[in-house]
């Protein structure tokens, strides 16, 4: 390698050799979701993919590794996504170079490594003068290997203390969570130079843009526990990280993130895209960094939505639109930059072109609905601004407007300048403070890292092709402590060196079933994995077990069987829907259950009946062909090439177990998957696949569910004897069932009709009644009722009637149905001022324990009945009076 690295995709490149050079075995970059992991929104570190092995819960086959991992940060406690597109680093996406080392070489190797790459000739070639570097301030060893060690000047060695507030609260201390691995850090820091203003950490300017952090070094060495205390780690391990951006920036001489190689060609791109010469506007860097974000967790799996990862990637979106339409744009465009992107980082993420038309039609959509949402918030501002009092807008109002509804904040100071009026700044930034802090308390780690069994024993699962076999009781804990023993009634956690029992895990539940020493009985209730270890969730219900002892493992057979025939059926469901649907169906969850399988999938509509139908049949043919099921042991690579399914935000090692089943046409057999989990030997024996329901589980996700077997033979049976009922009820036959059920449907439509009609006449002659108890309240004409047997619709009708015999009134009607109150209020223009029909519904409702509220002309809520409605009634009269 030579000092000629200048583009982003040669510094990454550089990077990784280096590397692997030094014995790290390349990992490619996991998805941006993360896998098992419900206490992050989205990956964000390159550590994140290797937790499990820094906890001890994972063994890989390497203990070194290498990547450059795709991160995202805008949402919960890692939110730059106000900052992006006015600072010079600010992203919500970036590329983290990282290098990690697993209980093999620490801070000596790490740090020579680091300053290897940056400063060799052979490499980065970086200048050591313009390098500084700061430590944890009694990380003593650090200091030494890089003063001794290097070679670095002491007064360019900078000691960080705890600057956040308690012990060991440092930017230069590094914690998982609140209890569980951590350590020093050290950082380097390149210099940028006199002309930028900005001071050295640990001075007050270090916010300052002159001396930015290029490469941080973790030392995890200590295990802290829930009492503070710190404990040395048996495998210290390293964990790293440099900002592909930063470095870029420094090694093609720019300030700013956003004119490296890689942003200017996005930038370039969006503004060819919107139609403007001027390169120097920060919606331009807003539109190529959100490009990135966006198109990138669509490709994990992310759809729009209003919750969750989901929400996040509206908002971005959506942010992006509104900023290309600050530019000029005027027509659907933001699709327009996934080409672009792929043509500077396609060839490092290969998934930016396989899935270029779900990507494009994923943001094309988002953008129209989005166009939609603008027009109705334009709405909701106009009602706003009709009833605003002053010349300011209130900051709820400009949140809620942007919050619930989508609308920019920025775009509602447009239109309030064009209107002569203010928005409430300080009013809006309160409301959006108290939502960042909802957020982070949302992204806070809650995981107590101790409570997790670590274990190094390894547990080898014989249980493909049994259900019974022995195995030796090699650990076992109770109430998360090791123990020797466990007696009748306690409830255990056991391993054992061998084991029959599938331990969960890609959807397929644990087995269940029984160990049995010659001391005692242990029933499993579920099994689970630690690391490389099966973990029987255990309760001694006959004498004692020990460790050491042999056991006779029996898994329950007739439960094992039907999780195979619903595992198996999965495989063939998962076939069959990209088959019918088409080839954007991803697996997004399922569960195999031995009662029924469920299934998760990519898909932006409802499946159809039809389509339901067409696949059941397609998997009922493949269960009818009894075709053999075969697993094979392959490498990734081999796997790959046999066209095996992969699945977003699962780990793979270098050996897979790739799963074939069903018929073969074109020589490409019906299903391969890679899969560990136990299937049946003929797809002859599911029996029969059955669907039960369909439906929508998350914006672009849909989920089915279904029996399989004598579940399903079932279901089948239960739907004709619902049949056989309803011909009883009908009293016709099997064939005449359809043309009976219409008939009735017809009839009911036709009486409803009729008694619409009644009680519209009903309504109108119980309206003249009515206009006879008119009052005066507070000088308007009011009229406040209580009507016995009338829904909400009816009160609608009566409430109609009313009002048009009643002009220049207020009108509260209140019908009694069912132990449920119908309320209905309107208020006149004339009389806005004092009273609206919103407020009236509101204040009736509360004092009624329910709900309601409307427009100032009209409104309408509800509650429960109660025996006080008409001390409720009095109450109310007694409030119209007050707004005078």
């Known amino acids: 390698m030579t000092t000629a690295v200048k583009t982003s995709a040669e510094i990454r490149e550089a990077y990784l050799q280096f590397f692997e050079s030094k014995g790290h075995t390349r990992v490619e970059s996991s998805s941006l979701v993360p896998n098992n992991d419900p206490t992050l929104l989205f990956t964000n570190a390159g550590m994140n993919q290797f937790k499990d092995c820094f906890l001890g819960l994972d063994k890989r086959a390497y ?10 940060r805008a949402g919960g406690k890692h939110n730059d996504l106000d900052n992006v597109g006015y600072t010079a680093r600010h992203h919500t996406f970036f590329e983290m170079l990282g290098n990690f080392s697993f209980g093999d070489y620490f801070k000596t190797d790490a740090i020579h490594y680091a300053w290897e790459f940056l400063t060799s000739p052979h490499w980065l070639n970086l200048p050591q003068d313009r390098l500084y570097v700061t430590i944890y301030h009694t990380d003593d060893e650090a200091f030494d290997i890089w003063h001794n060690g290097v070679g670095i000047p002491a007064d360019r060695i900078i000691r960080i203390g705890d600057n956040k507030g308690e012990k060991y609260a440092s930017d230069n201390f590094w914690a998982m969570g609140d209890t569980g691995p951590c350590g020093p850090c050290t950082e380097i820091f390149y210099d940028h130079g006199e002309h930028i203003w900005g001071g050295l950490p640990g001075t007050p300017e270090e916010d300052g843009d002159r001396f930015i952090e290029i490469w941080n070094n973790v030392f995890m060495q200590f295990n802290r526990t829930a009492d503070g205390e710190m404990h040395p780690l048996p495998a210290p391990s390293v964990d790293t990280g440099m900002g592909l951006e930063r470095i870029s920036a420094v090694l093609q001489h720019v300030h700013s993130n ?17 139609g403007t010469d001027n390169l120097d506007q920060p919606s331009l860097r807003v539109v190529a960094d959100h490009a990135r974000s966006c198109c990138f967790l669509i490709a ?9 990862r989901g929400y996040v990637l509206r908002r971005i979106i959506r942010r992006a639109v509104r900023h290309g339409y600050k530019l000029g744009a005027n027509d659907t465009f933001f699709y327009k930059m996934l080409q672009p992107l792929i043509e500077v980082m396609g060839e490092a ?26 027009e109705q918030g334009l709405k909701l501002l106009e009602a706003e601004l009709a009833n605003l009092k002053g010349k300011e807008i209130p900051g709820e109002v400009v949140f809620k407007l942007y919050d619930t509804y989508g609308f920019p904040a920025d775009l509602t100071a447009d239109i309030a300048r064009e209107r002569e009026l203010t928005i409430d700044e300080a009013g809006f930034e309160r409301e959006m403070n108290a939502q960042r802090q909802r957020a982070r308390e949302a992204g806070k780690f809650s995981v107590d890292y101790n409570s997790i069994i670590k274990t190094d024993e390894i547990t080898f ?9 022995q195995g030796n009781i090699v650990a076992m804990y109770r109430d998360g402590e090791s123990v020797e023993e466990a007696f009748e009634g306690d409830e255990v956690l056991v391993i054992l060196d061998q084991t029959p029992f599938y331990a969960e895990s890609g959807g397929q539940v644990g087995d269940t079933g029984t160990l049995k020493s010659e001391t005692g009985i242990l029933e499993v209730h579920d099994t689970q994995k630690s690391g490389a270890a ?29 999780i195979m025939r619903n595992h198996s059926a999965t495989h063939l469901l998962h076939a069959a829907l990209r088959q019918i649907l088409g080839t954007h169906v991803q697996q997004k969850g399922s569960l195999v259950a031995s009662d029924l399988l469920r299934f998760d999938f990519s898909h932006d509509q409802a499946v159809t009946l039809e389509q339901l139908d067409e696949i059941e049949r397609l998997v009922n043919a493949e269960i009818i062909a009894n ?14 090439t046999r066209g095996a399914m992969m699945l977003f935000g699962e780990k793979y090692g270098e050996k897979v177990r790739v799963l074939t089943m069903g018929t073969v046409k074109d020589e490409r057999p019906f299903s391969v998957e890679l899969c560990g989990g136990i299937h049946v030997a003929n797809t002859g024996a599911i029996g029969l696949f059955k669907f039960i329901s369909e439906g929508g589980v998350a914006a672009g996700v849909r989920r089915v569910e279904a029996v399989t077997g004598m579940r399903a033979v079932q279901w089948v049976q239960q739907q004709e004897q619902t049949v056989r009922q309803i011909n009883d009820l009908l009293k016709a036959q099997k064939e005449q069932t359809l043309e009976k059920v219409k008939a009735n449907v017809s009839q009911v439509t036709a009486l409803q009709k009729q008694i619409e009609q009644l009680n519209q006449k009903l309504a109108h002659v119980q309206a003249a009644e009515l206009l006879s108890s008119v009052q005066e309240i507070a000088g308007r004409k009011t009229l406040i009722a209580v009507v016995d047997n009338m829904d909400a619709n009816s009160v609608r009708h009566l409430h109609d009637s009313v009002k048009s015999k009643l002009d220049d009134a207020v009108i509260v009607l209140a019908g009694v149905a069912d132990d449920k109150v119908s309320l209905i209020a309107s208020v006149a223009k004339a009389h806005h001022d004092k009273v609206k029909a919103g407020d009236i519904i509101k204040h009736l409702a509360g004092l009624m324990g329910g709900k309601g509220g409307g427009k100032p002309d009209l409104a309408q809520g509800g509650a429960s009945y109660s025996a006080e409605l008409p001390q409720h009634i009095d109450s109310l009269k007694q409030w119209l009076a007050a707004q005078a």
């Open 349 to 374: 993420y290969p998934e930016l072109a396989e899935q270029k038309a779900r990507i494009e039609a994923a943001l094309i959509k988002e953008e129209e609905q989005f166009a939609k949402t603008l």
């Open 534 to 562: 099966f973990v029987h969730q255990c309760v001694v219900t006959v004498g004692k077990v020990s460790t050491k002892q042999n056991v006779d493992a029996q898994v329950q057979e007739q439960l094992r069987s039907a």
């Open 627 to 640: 075709t053999v099921v075969t697993t094979e042991v392959l490498d990734i690579e081999t796997a790959k």
């Open 63 to 72: 203990t070194r590794a290498t990547t450059s991992q795709k991160c995202v």
């Open 258 to 274: 956003y004119e490296i190689d890689l942003f200017q060609h996005l930038i370039q791109a969006a503004a060819k895209i919107v």
């Open 461 to 469: 699962f014989n249980g493909y092709s049994a259900t019974h076999r």
């Open 300 to 308: 994990d799996g992310v759809n729009p939505s209003n919750e969750g």
